[in-house]
């Protein structure tokens, strides 16, 4: 597989990707969803998950977007060693391929700069799309995952430094003030990704890994796993409800992403994901060969 | 929790007066659909709206949609955005325009109470990221105006059984955010002291 063809498969791929995302949400949350509406004992929460469940059928059934908000594309991408295409030509083809969709959906276009508040361009800007990276030893493959992000939802971001001295006790008491706080903003019941340890800017991008997880996957470690287990139950004990209106779901899930910090650190960051956490994926073989997977 | 059907725009403010927060609403007319730059425009930089807001139904949307070659708009996706962020325009939209419902997802902070009470006016939730269905029930777009603010241009949609709505503040001084924040507080405090 010559590197160029590489690149156009890859773009054909993201444009896929993001509007397979926007359309037909995975069947992990099609379950959580669900599982909510059964555990939903206020009037107005059952009224609001009827509706959504109402909503994502009428999704499928229309092929129509799940949510307006196309949000802002985020990829992640796991890129082997020997990948026969070099990340900066990844990142052309995610965008190329972002812009592609946009255009010939069409989708709305919310990329503006962040001054001028003038469009950039269709879904696409400086920086725009966002890619997260992670590069894996010994291997020839390329795993691509399309997250397109909401605004209601990225606009309930929260990030402090909290001391050693505040322990996993400070980092849960922030966690619960920033999701009460939030209310019915970001479209609960949702995913609540913590991102603790590293540095404050690397807090932020773990939370936002945590997001981007299959719901109730639980972190590898099991001390972080147990957190994630403490985190849940709390969340659902606040009473925000969904679409902040009163209830027993708050929150689809909590996942928390880790990173060994320094001595005196103790960041925690909080990013939330709507309910409509959409989220598609491809593994791209060395060859060429695409497989979309509605899994992982 | 009641349940009413209410056809927008309405004429007797008897209509806002019979609704509850909580109680669940279907709305029947025409609805207005407004945002951040189409309401700073209107306050903040001084220019009237072409577009009668007596009794009205405000949408706090940016639709996505299709131009058509007649310059008229079809729908692809409209559903709607957080309220919170225009909560300032609350007062002089009743006040000045006469507009009776607002609906957007996540509703108002308190500051909303007291207008919406005084000037007779409600705020209803809907399903945010509910677009889909949403989209469905808006059966025209039938006018717009100021499109060099695409998509945060004033909307003219006619819609049919649009919701379920809930009530979220009504005109009697109730808000369920209000309340449902309040226990949540209450709650947190519980929680910490478990911690």
Partial sequence: ????????????????????????????????????????????????????????????????????????????????????????????????????????????????????????????????????????????????????????SENMSFLKMCVPADGVKGIKQFVLEAIVGAGGKPCPPGIVGVGIGGSADYAMYLAKEAIARPIGT??????????????????????????????????????????????????????????????????????????????? | MATHEVTFPITDPDEILKLRAGDEVTVQGHIIGIRDRTQIRIFDQGVEPPMDLRGAFLLHTA??????????????????????RMVRFTEPLGERYGVRAICGKGGFPDEAIEPMQRLGMVYFAIVGGAAALETTQIEEIEEVAWEELMPECLWKFRVKDFGPLTVGIDAHGSSLYHDVQAAAQAKLKELYARL
């Avoid at chain 1, 879904?123 to 909401?150: A, M, Q, S």
């Avoid at chain 1, 994630?228 to 899930?253: A, H, K, R, S, W």
């Avoid at chain 2, 639709?63 to 919170?84: E, L, M, N, Q």
């Fill in chain 1, 1 to 152: 597989m010559i590197a160029t063809d590489l690149e156009t498969i890859l773009e054909d791929a993201a444009a896929h990707l993001y509007v397979w995302a926007l359309k037909d949400i995975p069947q992990d949350l099609r379950d959580a969803l669900a599982d909510a509406a059964k555990k939903e004992t206020s009037v107005p929460g059952q009224r609001v998950l009827q509706t959504i469940l109402r909503n994502v059928q009428v999704a499928d059934d229309q092929k129509n977007l799940v949510c307006q908000d196309t949000g802002i594309a985020v990829y992640t991408c796991r890129v082997g060693e020997r990948f026969p295409l070099h990340p900066a030509r990844i990142y052309q083809a995610l965008k190329a391929g972002t812009e592609r969709a946009t255009i010939e959906h069409p989708l709305r276009s919310n990329a503006v700069h962040t001054i001028t508040r003038e469009n950039t361009g269709p879904n696409t800007g400086y920086r725009l799309p966002i890619v997260h990276w992670e590069f894996v030893d010994d291997w020839d493959g390329l795993d691509v995952k399309c997250v397109p992000k909401g605004s209601g």
């Fill in chain 1, 218 to 296: 639980r972190n590898p470690d099991p001390v972080v796993a147990q957190l994630e287990e403490e985190l849940f139950e709390l969340l659902n004990e606040t009473g925000i409800g969904p679409m902040g209106l009163g209830g027993d779901v708050t929150v689809l899930q909590c996942h928390v992403e880790h990173a060994d910090t320094h001595m005196t650190l103790n960041p925690v960051a909080v990013n939330y994901q709507c309910w409509a956490a959409r989220r598609a994926s491809a593994h791209v073989a060395a060859d060429g060969t695409v497989d979309f997977d509605r899994e992982a």
């Fill in chain 2, 63 to 84: 639709p996505g949609v299709k131009k058509r070659d007649d310059g008229g708009y079809d729908k692809v996706c409209i559903g709607t955005t957080t309220s919170a």
